[in-house]
């Protein structure tokens, strides 16, 4: 791609969602949302296959979907309260449809499918970029509306989401669907907890970013994509499995790494308003996706597979990608635990 219109696509993508995401009035929020997408769409068709553009395809259509529901939601608002404020949205019907929109947007439950075929068929800088900062949006959109809206239509989407991102991801053996099936069972979590503390969707956000973040900038430096591939790791880049295998630890949310600092305060969150069933079913839930998230540490660290002598000798050639923020992401996305008191201060 040309680097001028590369960072041309860059800068609106960059514009949409911080105008988003500063935006008090529903129109140039929804303004932001329709930029994020139309230059979302170059991105995913960066090397032009029939996947990408399948991919992009797919993307389009259920993106496009989600724009007319939610300026269809805002027109009925503004019929019936004369506002564009997106703090008082009254109407039951215009929160609800508001509301759906932003699910099929984030890709969580049961508004999940085109994340898996989306993210599968694009490159994995692409992915990263999908899976990580179209999230910010819609999430900021929800942020502003979590006092007024449906709560029990959260909880379902939520606990839907945890448990087909778990299970979703069970049989399969590319790493970018495992990784959107991750993302969908992650978005669960943190709409479940936005009724309660808006704070913890942020933190749980932040911490599901950097993780995620690490885990695609080691699998584009090492160039794996499935289960096969990731067989062959630990001959060429020792060092790169081990970060993977304590990053996927942490995504799982194991103590004492960084994951499990916002899983345990939204349980406690949970519990302190006499949710207990909830929190339970969370947790038990999330177990699916622990099983196949050690699926991969197994195939990446545990198996030594039989291979070529001139396959064992690929770790002495040089590797010509440098990642130079990898080291602080893998660093963040580990050792964070210790700074839970700090930030239960800042609540």
């Not at 979302?40 to 991919?55: Q, V, Y």
């Not at 963040?332 to 210790?338: C, R, V």
């Amino acid at each position: 791609m040309n680097p001028l219109a590369l960072s041309l696509i860059l800068t609106t993508l960059l514009a949409g969602t911080l105008i988003t995401m500063m935006s008090s009035h529903w129109l140039t929020a929804w303004m932001g949302l329709e930029m994020n997408m139309l230059t979302m769409i170059p991105i995913l068709m960066k090397t032009t296959n029939p996947r990408s553009t399948e991919a992009a395809t797919k993307y389009f259509m259920t993106q496009a979907m989600a724009s007319m529901m939610l300026m269809m939601a805002l027109t009925i608002n503004l019929m019936y309260s004369g506002q564009w404020s997106i703090t008082k949205m009254t109407n039951p019907v215009a929160s609800n449809m508001a509301l759906m929109a932003l699910m099929t947007k984030l890709g969580s439950a049961p508004f999940h499918f085109w994340v898996p075929e989306v993210t599968q068929g694009v490159e994995l800088t692409p992915g990263m970029i999908l899976l990580t900062w179209q999230k910010l949006a819609p999430l900021s959109l929800l942020y502003q509306m979590a006092t007024y809206t449906n709560t029990n239509l959260i909880y379902l989407s939520g606990l839907l989401s945890i448990l087909i991102g778990g299970w979703g991801g069970l049989n399969q053996t590319q790493l970018r669907k495992i990784l959107a099936y991750s993302s969908i069972s992650h978005m669960g979590w943190m709409l479940i907890i936005l009724p309660f503390n808006p704070t913890l969707t942020l933190l749980n956000l932040t911490i599901y970013i950097m993780l995620t973040l690490s885990i695609f900038m080691i699998l584009t430096n090492t160039f794996t994509t499935s289960m096969s591939s990731l067989t062959l790791m630990w001959n060429k880049t020792p060092a790169m499995t081990i970060m993977l295998m304590t990053t996927l630890l942490s995504l799982g949310g194991l103590p004492p790494l960084s994951g499990f600092m916002p899983k345990w305060l939204m349980i406690h969150e949970l519990t302190k308003n006499n949710s207990i069933i909830m929190p339970l079913t969370m947790a038990i839930m999330a177990l699916l996706n622990m099983y196949f998230y050690m699926r991969l540490i197994y195939y990446s660290s545990l198996t030594i597979l039989p291979s070529t002598n001139n396959m064992k000798m690929t770790w002495r050639f040089t590797n010509t990608k440098h990642t130079m923020t990898l080291p602080t992401l893998i660093t963040l996305s580990n050792m964070l635990l210790p700074l839970t008191p700090m930030i239960s201060m800042l609540e």
